[in-house]
């Protein structure tokens, strides 16, 4: 299995990062995608990155809660890093919109993801987006830029099952965490419906745990609860949801 999207590079981890990387190994999970946020996460996400170079992957993006009054500055950064022949990215991300707490920074936001969106065109590389509470004004936003089909993941997916099949005609691929474990969750309806070899799977450690971790950290390892319970909801065995979406992940991010 792959684990796209995992900020295990995050402090959270600083106390058994090594053994959280070894249960990953253990669990079947042979290599992690690592998201980038801003400057203040970009050292450890490098430091990861080398150390481990066999399993982990990076990207490179500022996330739409990390755009303030400096976002130029930490934009210039993200270009310098995706520009430089010397450093592999698989993806731009992650980036996108999110008005879940705070909709003053929406413009900038939207400035922002344009520019980013604009790079992972040139460079060929495909997105991580992240959307929260933000669908409308995100699926606006890619009208206006008219790309025709887009190469990208929607990032721990929490719309409706319509946006999720918008979203898939589009191009994009859905990412399917922890979420899709929780009682009456939304997601679960969306990775029923969406086609499988257009999901992902994703744990977004160390937030979202799944069932039966719900509330304690999330780690890689528990990407094995998000592989059977789509397998549950779709009625197929769970070697087949890691086959399919690992080959997806393979082609999705060149790796």
């Excluded at 936001?109 to 520019?115: G, I, N, S």
Aim: charged letters at 25%; proline letters at 4%.
């Amino acid at each position: 299995m792959i684990d796209t999207h995992s900020h295990i590079y995050d402090e959270a981890f600083d106390a058994d990062r090594e053994e959280t990387l070894r249960r990953a190994c253990d669990a079947g999970v042979e290599m992690l995608l690592l998201p980038a946020i801003d400057s203040h996460s970009l050292p450890q996400q490098e430091r990861l990155a080398a150390t481990h170079a066999d399993m982990c992957r990076q990207m490179a993006g500022l996330h739409p809660t990390s755009v303030d009054a400096h976002f130029e500055e930490e934009l210039a950064l993200v270009q310098q890093r995706l520009f430089d022949p010397a450093r592999h990215y698989v993806a731009v991300g992650e980036i996108g919109l999110d008005l879940y707490r705070d909709s003053s920074w929406l413009e900038e936001q939207r400035e922002v993801l344009r520019r980013q969106m604009q790079w992972a065109r040139e460079l060929h590389l495909p997105v991580a987006l992240h959307v929260r509470k933000a669908y409308n004004e995100l699926f606006a936003l890619l009208r206006q830029l008219n790309y025709g089909r887009y190469a990208g993941v929607m990032h721990c997916f929490g719309g409706s099952v319509q946006e999720a099949l918008r979203a898939v005609e589009m191009g994009f691929y859905i990412g399917v965490g922890g979420v899709v474990t929780f009682k009456n969750a939304t997601l679960a309806k969306v990775a029923a419906a969406v086609p499988l070899e257009r999901v992902v799977l994703e744990t977004d450690a160390p937030y979202l745990a799944p069932v039966p971790y719900r509330g304690q950290r999330n780690e890689p390892a528990y990407l094995v609860e998000v592989a059977r319970t789509i397998a549950a909801l779709r009625g197929i065995t769970t070697d087949e949801v890691d086959e399919v979406t690992t080959d997806n992940a393979r082609r999705l991010f060149a790796l």
